[in-house]
């Protein structure tokens, strides 16, 4: 499409990032994030009208990286009915793992290691693609922000109970819950545990600097399960001993020592593999969604309807 408009939308849960065209004035649009216990598609819509009102713009395409997309609610042709008025030709969706590896690494191979409260790890090889993890804080996401509060708690509560050693971890949890036998009791009955819990992440951090024995372990666990990730989604789609580069990204790899621990891990016997910065974000990736090749291993992971190119 000669000359298209592209309005980009970046979605989470904790607010959504729009990125017009840049021949629009104005730049990037902040929303509040979408809400998880309501229809995705009339939110989406709702964004694309509040764009195109306060830019004044009329968009060709629009993209959008979803956190927590699944193929039950992706329905691109359903999205382009619901935004066609606004002189939408074209929609593309995709899960925000496939737009943070577009925004981090383009569209050459490597992984994404994306670690925030949550964790998914996507390596594009060739001609194939791999998804590890993203499972989840009931059933996955091993080394993200939620896990490493998990832990931190269940040390607090050892340390309490006499089964493990003190740690620094115990003051931030007396802080919360100054009854720390009833901790347990206020945590399930909050609605906001997941964040709550994913919170004390930054508190493993700040200890394991300060040199904390307890959180300093908690830190080291998660990189591992992080570079055990990365390997995992690398041997599903890799055809040569090439160098294979990486990419972490997200909140979690704040920490200094959690970074160096990854690394160590993930080049520890494997010379090809690469740790290297992101060249972008993650609306950047959703920016890319709509020249992404048809040949291009991530189309199958994506959802089009209309004109796009």
């Known amino acids: 499409m000669s000359g298209r408009s592209v309005l980009a939308i970046d979605a989470g849960q904790s607010g959504i990032k729009v990125r017009p065209p840049a021949a629009v004035r104005g730049g990037d649009l902040v929303l509040p994030g979408i809400r998880t216990g ?7 819509a709702a964004v694309v009208a509040e764009a ?16 927590g997309l699944t193929d039950g609610n992706a329905d691109a042709d359903a999205m382009l009915a619901l935004v066609s008025g606004h002189g939408v030709r074209g929609v593309v969706l995709a899960h925000d793992s496939t737009t943070s590896f577009l925004g981090a690494l383009g569209d050459r191979p490597g992984a994404v290691v994306a670690a925030g409260t949550g964790v998914v790890t996507l390596a594009v090889g060739a001609e194939t ?3 590890v993890d993203g499972w989840g804080w009931i059933m996955g996401d091993a080394g993200s922000g939620y896990w490493i509060g998990r832990e931190a708690l269940d040390a607090v509560m050892r340390a309490y109970d ?8 115990t003051a931030a949890a007396s802080e919360r819950w100054p009854d720390l036998s009833q ?12 964040r709550i819990v994913a919170g004390f992440a930054a508190v493993v951090a700040r200890a394991a600097v300060a040199g904390d024995a307890v959180a300093r372990d908690i830190t080291v666990r998660a990189a591992h399960e992080l570079a055990r990730s990365a390997r995992a989604a690398i041997a599903q789609v890799r055809t040569d001993e090439e160098t294979f580069a990486v990419c972490a990204i997200g909140g979690v790899f704040g920490s200094p020592l959690l970074h160096e621990a990854f690394a160590t891990d993930l080049h520890a016997g494997d010379d090809s593999v690469r740790l ?14 709509a ?3 048809d040949d291009h291993p991530l189309v199958a992971a994506v959802h089009r309807s209309g004109v796009i190119h």
């Open 276 to 289: 290297v910065d992101p060249v972008g974000v993650g609306i950047d990736g959703v920016v890319a969604l």
């Open 38 to 44: 309501e229809p995705l598609l009339p939110q989406l």
């Open 52 to 67: 195109t009102d306060r830019t004044g713009a009329r968009f060709d395409v629009v993209t959008a990286g979803i956190s």
């Open 129 to 131: 693609v791999a998804r």
């Open 291 to 293: 020249d992404l090749h």
């Open 162 to 169: 006499g089964r493990g050693p003190t740690t620094e971890l």
């Open 183 to 194: 901790a347990y009791m206020s945590l399930q009955a909050d609605a906001d545990r997941v």
